[in-house]
């Protein structure tokens, strides 16, 4: 079975500062990998995803993913973080076919201070 | 083009109610998914459908739920009597198949309070 940890429930960091967001995956094979962001009262909103192909994988909102097979990891990435990109992020991970529902982790809340 | 729609936004019904909750895909997407959030157990899966048919409903919790899709616009899930557990957000999702795409949007949810 498919499964995904985010091992940090919540992060601070402050305006300006790098971030990085951890997950780990498992999965039998190779997995679609999804990130998504969640405002307070709001909808998923989707971030990146990853297929195959090139690992570093760039997407909206100056975020960036790295899928690193030999850790089973899917990290998010941001170089410089803004005070709207306080939220709730969640990594998922899918099947190519087969069962196509989203297994998710459980969540990192990120909180910036100014 | 519209995202996913949902509705209502927020529900608050008393024990013992029937409770519907409506949703509608984005335009040429084929599957379509209900997904429940808890502080509890996170974002689940309760069921999922393809062409309006289900295909996998193993992760809805017991015979008060039930899910219906009639056309490739519109479906429901409905919660027949309803407890304060079932106190949750509850997200439809929707995606097309084909390529190597399988991105699925989600709509903005909704909130159901169960007194």
């Known amino acids: 079975a498919q499964s995904v940890t985010q091992p940090d429930i919540h992060i601070t960091v402050s305006e300006g500062a790098s971030l990085e967001l951890r997950c780990n995956y498992s999965?039998?094979?190779?997995?679609?990998l999804f990130w998504y962001v969640q405002s307070p009262g709001q909808g998923l909103q989707l971030l990146l995803k990853?297929?195959?192909?090139?690992?570093l994988v760039q997407g909206i909102k100056g975020f960036e993913a790295e899928f690193k097979r030999s850790q089973s990891s899917f990290n998010l990435r941001k170089p410089s973080v803004h005070w709207s990109d306080a939220a709730e992020y969640f990594c998922a991970v899918g099947a190519a076919a087969g069962r196509r529902a989203l297994t998710f982790g459980s969540g990192t809340r990120l909180q910036v201070q100014p | 083009d519209a995202g996913v729609i949902q509705s209502p936004r927020h529900e608050v019904t008393e024990m013992g109610q029937e409770v519907t909750l409506r949703c509608k895909p984005i335009?040429?997407?084929?599957?379509l998914f209900w997904y429940r959030q808890t502080m509890m157990r996170g974002l689940e899966l309760l069921i999922y459908?393809?062409?309006?048919?289900?295909?996998?409903d193993s992760g809805m919790p017991e015979d008060r739920f039930s899910a219906k899709m009639p056309n490739a616009s519109f479906s429901t899930l409905k919660i027949q009597p309803s407890e304060p557990r079932d106190s949750a957000v509850y997200f439809c999702?929707?995606?097309?198949?084909?390529?190597?795409?399988?991105?699925?949007?989600f709509g903005p949810g909704t909130r159901l309070t169960v007194l």
């Open positions: 335009s040429g997407h084929d599957y």
């Open positions: 990853y297929f195959s192909g090139d690992t």
């Open positions: 459908f393809n062409n309006n048919v289900p295909i996998d």
């Open positions: 999702a929707s995606s097309r198949s084909g390529g190597r795409t399988d991105t699925q949007y």
């Open positions: 999965y039998g094979a190779t997995p679609y």
